[in-house]
């Protein structure tokens, strides 16, 4: 008998069920630690409307997808032999 008393969506995979390399969604927590950018940085992002996030209650969330859409977005920084030329 499965326990029934877990929070729909929270129970860890059985044994024939794989786990998501990458979540569709993630908290802001989960978006810094993944990008290695500060909470600050992440909502001021969200703040200037570069970075989508969308509210689930209390939590915010951002898509994964729009995670590295607005990464792929952030400048390129060059080298200085090409900066020197």
Same mark, same amino acid.
């Given at each position: 008998m499965r326990n029934i008393s877990a929070v729909a969506g929270t129970r860890p995979?059985?044994?024939g069920?794989?786990?998501m390399q990458n979540p569709i =969604?993630?908290?802001?927590s989960e978006v810094c630690a993944a990008s290695r950018i500060g909470r600050t940085g992440v909502y001021e992002a969200v703040k200037r409307g570069e970075l989508r996030a969308r509210k689930n209650g209390k939590s915010?969330?951002?898509l994964? =997808?729009?995670l590295v859409e607005w990464l792929d977005q952030l400048p390129t920084i060059?080298?200085?032999e090409t900066q020197s030329k």
């Open positions: 995979a059985d044994a069920e794989k786990m =969604a993630l908290k802001i915010t969330l951002v994964y =997808a729009d060059s080298s200085k």
